[in-house]
Nanobody
Framework: VQLQASGGGLVQPGGSLRLSCAASGNIRSINTMGWFRQAPGKQRELVATINSGGNTNYADSVKGRFTISRDNAKNTVYLQMSSLKPEDTAVYYC??????????WGQGTLVTVSS
Protein backbone atom coordinates (compact mmCIF):
# COMPACT_ATOMS: atom_id res chain seq x y z
CA VAL A 1 0.00 0.00 0.00
CA GLN A 2 1.31 3.44 -0.93
CA LEU A 3 0.05 6.67 0.60
CA GLN A 4 0.36 10.08 -1.04
CA ALA A 5 -0.41 13.02 1.21
CA SER A 6 -0.89 16.61 0.15
CA GLY A 7 -2.31 19.91 1.35
CA GLY A 8 0.13 21.14 3.95
CA GLY A 9 1.44 24.68 4.06
CA LEU A 10 1.67 27.90 6.00
CA VAL A 11 -1.49 29.32 7.54
CA GLN A 12 -2.20 32.08 10.05
CA PRO A 13 -3.68 31.29 13.46
CA GLY A 14 -7.41 30.85 13.15
CA GLY A 15 -7.13 29.77 9.55
CA SER A 16 -8.03 26.53 7.82
CA LEU A 17 -6.33 23.87 5.74
CA ARG A 18 -7.42 20.59 4.22
CA LEU A 19 -5.10 17.64 3.98
CA SER A 20 -5.67 14.77 1.57
CA CYS A 21 -4.17 11.32 1.43
CA ALA A 22 -4.72 8.90 -1.42
CA ALA A 23 -4.04 5.21 -0.93
CA SER A 24 -3.04 2.92 -3.77
CA GLY A 25 -1.87 -0.62 -4.21
CA ASN A 26 -3.42 -3.63 -2.49
CA ILE A 27 -6.46 -1.84 -1.06
CA ARG A 28 -9.17 -3.88 0.58
CA SER A 29 -12.57 -2.61 1.58
CA ILE A 30 -11.97 -3.13 5.29
CA ASN A 31 -9.40 -0.68 6.61
CA THR A 32 -8.77 2.28 8.84
CA MET A 33 -7.20 5.48 7.64
CA GLY A 34 -6.09 8.43 9.65
CA TRP A 35 -3.64 11.14 10.51
CA PHE A 36 -0.87 11.42 13.03
CA ARG A 37 1.40 14.38 13.63
CA GLN A 38 4.82 15.04 15.01
CA ALA A 39 5.93 18.42 16.24
CA PRO A 40 9.62 19.28 16.64
CA GLY A 41 11.04 17.58 19.71
CA LYS A 42 7.85 15.68 20.41
CA GLN A 43 6.60 12.16 19.85
CA ARG A 44 4.26 11.33 17.03
CA GLU A 45 0.67 11.49 18.18
CA LEU A 46 -2.70 10.46 16.84
CA VAL A 47 -4.84 13.21 15.37
CA ALA A 48 -7.85 11.40 13.95
CA THR A 49 -8.87 8.10 12.40
CA ILE A 50 -11.82 6.85 10.37
CA ASN A 51 -12.63 3.27 9.52
CA SER A 52 -14.29 1.90 6.43
CA GLY A 53 -17.64 2.04 8.24
CA GLY A 54 -17.24 5.75 8.84
CA ASN A 55 -16.58 5.58 12.57
CA THR A 56 -14.26 8.35 13.69
CA ASN A 57 -11.87 8.96 16.56
CA TYR A 58 -10.21 12.26 17.46
CA ALA A 59 -7.53 13.46 19.80
CA ASP A 60 -9.00 15.68 22.50
CA SER A 61 -6.80 18.54 21.34
CA VAL A 62 -8.49 18.71 17.92
CA LYS A 63 -12.10 17.82 18.74
CA GLY A 64 -14.47 20.44 17.43
CA ARG A 65 -11.81 21.95 15.15
CA PHE A 66 -10.75 19.11 12.85
CA THR A 67 -12.96 16.84 10.78
CA ILE A 68 -11.83 13.61 9.19
CA SER A 69 -13.68 12.12 6.26
CA ARG A 70 -13.09 9.64 3.49
CA ASP A 71 -14.11 8.82 -0.04
CA ASN A 72 -14.04 5.05 -0.34
CA ALA A 73 -14.42 5.16 -4.12
CA LYS A 74 -11.20 7.17 -4.34
CA ASN A 75 -9.44 5.45 -1.40
CA THR A 76 -8.78 8.92 -0.07
CA VAL A 77 -8.96 10.35 3.42
CA TYR A 78 -9.28 14.04 4.21
CA LEU A 79 -8.53 16.13 7.26
CA GLN A 80 -10.30 19.47 7.37
CA MET A 81 -8.53 21.63 9.92
CA SER A 82 -10.13 24.82 11.19
CA SER A 83 -9.37 27.33 13.93
CA LEU A 84 -5.74 26.36 13.64
CA LYS A 85 -3.40 27.19 16.48
CA PRO A 86 0.39 27.55 16.56
CA GLU A 87 0.52 24.32 18.57
CA ASP A 88 -0.96 22.49 15.58
CA THR A 89 2.32 23.09 13.77
CA ALA A 90 3.75 19.68 12.91
CA VAL A 91 4.48 17.23 10.17
CA TYR A 92 1.24 15.39 9.50
CA TYR A 93 1.46 11.74 8.48
CA CYS A 94 -1.20 9.73 6.76
CA UNK A 95 -1.76 6.28 8.22
CA UNK A 96 -3.44 3.15 6.88
CA UNK A 97 -4.20 -0.11 8.63
CA UNK A 98 -5.39 -3.02 6.52
CA UNK A 99 -7.69 -5.89 7.40
CA UNK A 100 -4.72 -7.87 8.74
CA UNK A 101 -3.63 -4.96 10.97
CA UNK A 102 -0.61 -4.19 8.82
CA UNK A 103 0.24 -0.50 9.14
CA UNK A 104 1.51 1.85 6.45
CA TRP A 105 2.70 5.46 6.59
CA GLY A 106 2.71 8.29 4.10
CA GLN A 107 5.66 10.61 3.59
CA GLY A 108 4.38 13.44 5.78
CA THR A 109 3.25 16.94 4.95
CA LEU A 110 4.28 20.01 6.94
CA VAL A 111 1.65 22.27 8.48
CA THR A 112 2.91 25.54 9.90
CA VAL A 113 0.58 27.82 11.85
CA SER A 114 2.18 31.19 12.29
CA SER A 115 1.49 34.87 11.83
Amino acid sequence: VQLQASGGGLVQPGGSLRLSCAASGNIRSINTMGWFRQAPGKQRELVATINSGGNTNYADSVKGRFTISRDNAKNTVYLQMSSLKPEDTAVYYCHYIDWRSNAYWGQGTLVTVSS
